[in-house]
Structure formats: structure tokens, C-alpha cells
């Protein structure tokens, strides 16, 4: 492979970027209002409460470090549907707000460059207690899921989505993070898209720790078709685009 190539391809990974930048030309620093924190939706969708950090009375407590020692990618999961309540527990670790609002940002329990959270989290459901099939999109300000839609055949397509790696289609439920961009473009402009890359990170394993705790594991996958998952989440894939995937399941 041409030496170029990678050099210009490595340069993704470097902040060298940050000195190309002017910063007194960024939306954030013209004034322009921030992007919302969380994608909107219809004000009549189907939308269901989970329950919050205090409410989860049935997650196992798990110590810290027996969950880093544990934790390994789990590819193989048992024919046992996940509980709301571990789904709950899931998406809190994940990307549950914590404390306040403020304005245009909320913080969460991951960190987040400038704490612009960039990621919609949406959920292939397969299996869990009381949900019918299909794409659901996490909402962290009211802790709430929202139904986006069913699809047939979902668990195929998930395959097919990620390249024929069959764990999301055996999985309760797959996790697949989004990219909105301008959030983070708001304050970074082109220095932007690196911290994003950076961010899933934290998000996912946030979620292999929390499995653990369930009894159950989860696989990072970054490989993936991606206009193939943007057409599965029905987003446009320019101002939202699926970025990151973890499958679920007991184990
Ligand atoms: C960014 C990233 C992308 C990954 N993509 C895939 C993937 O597409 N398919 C897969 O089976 N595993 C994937 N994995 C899991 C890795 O293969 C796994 O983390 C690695 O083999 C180490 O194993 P461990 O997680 O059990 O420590 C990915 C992990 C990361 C962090």
C-alpha cells in the first residue's frame, strides 16, 4: 500500500487537525444555538418508561473490579430474554443522564468530548420480556424508549447488516450507537470527528462492564455494511449515520 495513503489516513487519528481549526468560526462560538441533545420525535409515539438507577431493585450488585476481570467479548448467548429492567440498566450505563440539564448539554455516565454526546442509542429488539420485536430508540432525558418501528425479518437483516457475523441475529437485543455529527462539529468543527470516534468507546464499554453484572455479554462490532444499517435505523446517513454495534444476550 502506498506509504501516502496511510499517512493521510493516519492523520484521522491525530489532533494536528485541532491547529487547522478556527475556533472563532465555529456554530458554537458565532452564536448559533447548540443542536438538541437528543434526536426529536413525534409527540404522539409510543414511548416506555423504564425504570430509573433507584428503581432497579433485581440487577446484582457486582464489583467493580470482578466486572473489568471478567469482562470479554461473549459471542454465544443463551435462548433467554433479557427483563425491562435489565434493559433499563443497560441503557442508564450506557448513556443514562445524570444530574441536571443545562441548557445545551446534560451529563452523562459516560464522558463525552465538551460533553456534546454525539450518539443516538437504538435497539434491535429479538427477545425481551413484555416488547415486541423491532427498532427502539433510547431517549436519556426522560429515561424513556421510544418505538420506531418493526421490521420484518429483523434478525436476518442485522446479520446481513454486519457482514454475516450471526451474533446479532441470536442476540436478545443488539445495541447500535448513531453518529449525529453536528453535534460535536457545533463546538469543534472539523476537529470533531476523532473525539466522536473516541467517545464510542467509552459508550460501549460501559456496556460490557454492566453485562457482566446481568450475567450477560455483549460483543463490540465495527464491522458492518454501513448504508445496509442506515437503511435498517431509517436514518439519513449524512446528518445521522450508525457508527458502533454490540450485541446482547445471556450467557
Ligand atoms: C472497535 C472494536 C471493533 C470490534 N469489532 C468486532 C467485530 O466486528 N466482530 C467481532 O466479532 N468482534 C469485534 N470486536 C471484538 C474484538 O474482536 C475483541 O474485543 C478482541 O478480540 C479481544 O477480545 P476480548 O474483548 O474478549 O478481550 C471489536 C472490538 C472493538 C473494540
Same mark, same amino acid.
Not at 459471542?75 to 434493559?87: A, Q
Not at 444530574?99 to 452523562?108: L, Q
Given at each position: 500500500m502506498d506509504k501516502d495513503v496511510f499517512k493521510q489516513f493516519r492523520y484521522f487519528l491525530k489532533d494536528s487537525v485541532r491547529k487547522r481549526v478556527d475556533f472563532s468560526q465555529t456554530d458554537q462560538n458565532r452564536g448559533i444555538a447548540p443542536?438538541?441533545? #437528543?434526536?426529536?420525535?413525534?409527540?404522539?409515539?409510543?414511548?416506555?418508561d423504564l425504570l430509573k438507577p433507584g428503581e432497579l431493585k433485581k440487577i446484582p450488585r457486582m464489583d467493580l473490579a470482578t466486572a473489568i476481570r471478567n469482562r470479554q467479548s461473549r459471542?454465544?448467548?443463551?435462548? #433467554?430474554?433479557?427483563?425491562?429492567? #435489565?434493559?433499563s440498566f443497560l441503557l442508564w450505563a450506557t448513556q443514562g443522564v445524570r444530574? #441536571?440539564?443545562?441548557?445545551?448539554?446534560?451529563?452523562?455516565t459516560v464522558p463525552s468530548a465538551g460533553c456534546r454526546h454525539a450518539f443516538e442509542t437504538y435497539l434491535a429488539i429479538l427477545h425481551v420480556n413484555g416488547l415486541d420485536s423491532g427498532v427502539y430508540r433510547y431517549l436519556p432525558l426522560s429515561h424513556q424508549l421510544l418505538y420506531e418501528f418493526s421490521e420484518e425479518w429483523l434478525s436476518s437483516k442485522l446479520v446481513n447488516a454486519a457482514y454475516g457475523q450471526p451474533y446479532p441475529g441470536e442476540a436478545a437485543l443488539t445495541f447500535i450507537w448513531t453518529a449525529i455529527p453536528n453535534?460535536?462539529?457545533w463546538r469543534y468543527g472539523l476537529a470533531?470527528?476523532?473525539?466522536?470516534?473516541?467517545?464510542?468507546?467509552?459508550?460501549?464499554?460501559?456496556?460490557y462492564l454492566a453485562c457482566e453484572a446481568i450475567g450477560a455479554g455483549t460483543c463490540a462490532i465495527a464491522a458492518y455494511d454501513q448504508e445496509a444499517l442506515d437503511r435498517l435505523l431509517r436514518v439519513d446517513g449524512e446528518e445521522e449515520f450508525a457508527i458502533y454495534l454490540a450485541s446482547v444476550g445471556k450467557v
Open positions: 443542536p438538541p441533545i #437528543e434526536k426529536p420525535y413525534p409527540a404522539d409515539a409510543l414511548r416506555i459471542r454465544v448467548y443463551r435462548n #433467554e430474554p433479557l427483563t425491562p429492567e #435489565e434493559v444530574g #441536571e440539564v443545562d441548557g445545551g448539554h446534560a451529563y452523562r453535534r460535536m462539529e470533531a470527528h476523532r473525539v466522536i470516534a473516541i467517545d464510542a468507546g467509552h459508550v460501549c464499554q460501559n456496556l
